[in-house]
C-alpha cells in the first residue's frame, strides 16, 4: 500500500473519548468530552464536522436536548436529561456516531474504545473493575469474554432494590448502565438475568419479588439499548443460597442479581 493511500485509509486521527460522568440526574447536564487530533494537512486527508456528525445523529435519534460543540480540538456534548436512562442513551448515540466516523484501521478503533472505557466514571470517582470489565473484552467477545466482564463487575457491586419491593435504588442505576454497556457489546450472546431473595418471609412471595427484581433490571437494560430478545429473566425467590447460615451477612449476600451467559448465543 502506498504512502498516500495509508493516509488516506487514517483520514480520521483517533483521540480519546472520555465520560466525565456517568451519573444522569433530570437537573444534571450530560457532559461528554472527545479528544480528537486534527487530520493531518494532506492533500488526501478529509476533514470531520465532529459536532455536526453527532449534533445530526442527535436529532435523528430525538436525543437534541444534548448539543454537541468544538473547540481547542475537543468536542462536547452539553445539555439537561430529562432521566439517568435517556442521559446514557444520548451519549451511547454519540459516542457510535462518533466511533463509526473514525479510520477504518480496526486496530485504531480499539485503541480509542479502550480510551473511552477507560476514562468511566460513577458519580464522580473512576472505578477500576467498570475499567477492566468493560476493556479486557475484545472487539468480537466469546461467551466466556462475556460471563467474566459480567463476573468483574458484579464482584464488586450489587443491585439494590427499595426494601420489599421491584424499585432499583437510585445508586444502582450507574452499574446497570455499566451492565448494560457490556450487553451491547456482547450482542451475540443470549444472557439470564436471575433473581435470587434471602430466606426471610414468605417463599411463595420471595420466588415473585424475585421474578419482579429479575424483570425491572431487564427493563432497566432495554431502556439503555440491550435487545429484549437477547435476555432470559427468571426468579429463583430463595431456592439458591450462596451462604446457607442464618446470619445477616448471609442474607445479603443472597439477595442478588446475576448475569449469565449462554454459550449456544442467539445468532
Known amino acids: 500500500m502506498s ?36 487530520p493531518k494537512a494532506d492533500s488526501v486527508s478529509v476533514e470531520i464536522d465532529w459536532a455536526a456528525l453527532a449534533n445530526a445523529k442527535l436529532l435523528q435519534t430525538r436525543h437534541d436536548f444534548a448539543i454537541a460543540s468544538f473547540n481547542s480540538g475537543m468536542i462536547k456534548l452539553s445539555g439537561n436529561a430529562p432521566d439517568a436512562q435517556t442521559r446514557t442513551r444520548a451519549f451511547e ?7 463509526a466516523a473514525m479510520s477504518v484501521d480496526k486496530s485504531d478503533q480499539k485503541r480509542a474504545i479502550k480510551a473511552f472505557e477507560n476514562n468511566i466514571t460513577i458519580n464522580g470517582e473512576k472505578m477500576d473493575d467498570v475499567r477492566d470489565a468493560l476493556t479486557t473484552l ?6 466466556n469474554d462475556c460471563q467474566t466482564a459480567y463476573d468483574i463487575l458484579l464482584a464488586g457491586h450489587v443491585v439494590n432494590f427499595s426494601s420489599g419491593s421491584a424499585i432499583i435504588a437510585n445508586d444502582s442505576k450507574p452499574l446497570l448502565s455499566a451492565l448494560s454497556a457490556i450487553a451491547v457489546r456482547c450482542v451475540n450472546y443470549r444472557v439470564e438475568v436471575g433473581g435470587h ?15 419482579r427484581r429479575a424483570q425491572a433490571v431487564a427493563d432497566f437494560l432495554v431502556g439503555n439499548g440491550v435487545r429484549a430478545t437477547q435476555l432470559t429473566v427468571l426468579g429463583y425467590g430463595e431456592s439458591k443460597p450462596i451462604d446457607a447460615s442464618a446470619t445477616a451477612a448471609a442474607d445479603a449476600k443472597n439477595r442478588r442479581i446475576e448475569f449469565k451467559i449462554s454459550e449456544t448465543g442467539i445468532r
Not at 93 to 99: E, K, Q
Request: proline share 3%.
Open 3 to 38: 504512502e498516500k493511500a495509508k493516509i488516506k485509509k487514517r483520514a480520521v486521527a483517533i483521540g480519546i473519548v472520555g465520560l466525565v460522568s456517568f451519573m444522569g440526574v433530570a437537573t444534571t447536564g450530560l457532559v461528554i468530552a472527545i479528544g480528537a487530533k486534527a
Open 93 to 99: 448515540i454519540a459516542r457510535r456516531a462518533i466511533i
Open 138 to 143: 475484545p472487539t468480537s467477545p466469546q461467551a
Open 197 to 211: 431473595t434471602d430466606s426471610q418471609g414468605d417463599t411463595f412471595a420471595n420466588q415473585q419479588l424475585s421474578e
